[in-house]
């Protein structure tokens, strides 16, 4: 049975897959309503969603925190955080976050005369954590329905699919090459240990 390496190689999976929704770019098509900053607490595990604050600033436990509010087309609302991610991880290099809280408080709109807007984020919403995603960018589009190819993301699949399949292939050649050996190796002289015990029995 291979069930512990099915269920290991699942987890894997479950945990690779998390890892890259969150990380990834993904771009939401809405319009802007309004901009904020609220006063954010940052303790326990919603810390763990959160960048630092503004590049060459402190990152204390609780700071200023810019929001940027959002209604899509169907009509949900969705709230994305406007934060610099300086050089840490995930790697936007995003040192701008007072300029796009501008660019986003210029193209607030009403639902009279919608202006909609592709904006680029990472991350996910909880309101059980109090998360947002983190806006990365943002530009007009032409309307709501406008279709956005995400070659980013297929590029960055494409590679890490390939770097997989490399690492898999490697690992093959080793199992093939030692480990198989050294399990027949093991198995004859278990067999040899077991008939020399029955002789002397």
């Given at each position: 049975m291979h069930w512990p390496r099915i269920i290991f190689?699942?987890?894997?999976?479950l945990f690779l897959g998390?890892?890259?929704h969150y990380?990834?770019?993904?771009?939401?098509?809405?319009?802007?309503?309004?901009?904020?900053?609220?006063?954010?607490?940052?303790?326990?595990?919603n810390r763990l969603f959160y960048a630092q604050g503004d590049s060459g600033g402190a990152n204390p436990d609780s700071?200023?925190?810019r929001l940027i509010n959002t209604v899509q087309a169907d009509g949900d609302v969705m709230v994305f955080r406007n934060e610099d991610t300086g050089f840490?991880?995930?790697?936007?290099?995003?040192?701008?976050?007072?300029d796009l809280q501008a660019e986003a408080a210029n193209l607030v709109s009403d639902s009279e005369t919608p202006r909609w807007?592709?904006?680029?984020?990472?991350?996910?919403?909880?309101?059980?954590?109090?998360?947002?995603?983190?806006?990365?960018?943002?530009?007009?589009?032409?309307?709501?329905?406008?279709?956005?190819?995400?070659?980013?993301?297929?590029?960055?699949l494409l590679v890490f699919a390939g770097v997989l399949f490399m690492a898999w292939r490697i690992w093959e050649r080793f199992e093939d090459r030692v480990i198989v050996p050294?399990?027949?190796?093991?198995?004859?002289?278990?067999?040899?240990?077991?008939?020399w015990a029955a002789g002397r029995g």
């Open positions: 190689l699942s987890l894997l999976a998390a890892f890259l990380t990834l770019p993904q771009r939401d098509i809405v319009r802007v309503t309004d901009t904020e900053i609220i006063r954010q607490d940052f303790s326990g595990w700071r200023d925190l840490g991880w995930p790697p936007y290099f995003k040192l701008d976050s007072a807007v592709a904006v680029t984020h990472y991350g996910w919403r909880s309101r059980l954590l109090t998360t947002y995603p983190n806006a990365i960018s943002m530009r007009e589009v032409d309307g709501p329905d406008v279709t956005l190819v995400p070659w980013l993301n297929i590029v960055i050294i399990a027949d190796r093991t198995a004859v002289r278990w067999a040899k240990l077991k008939d």
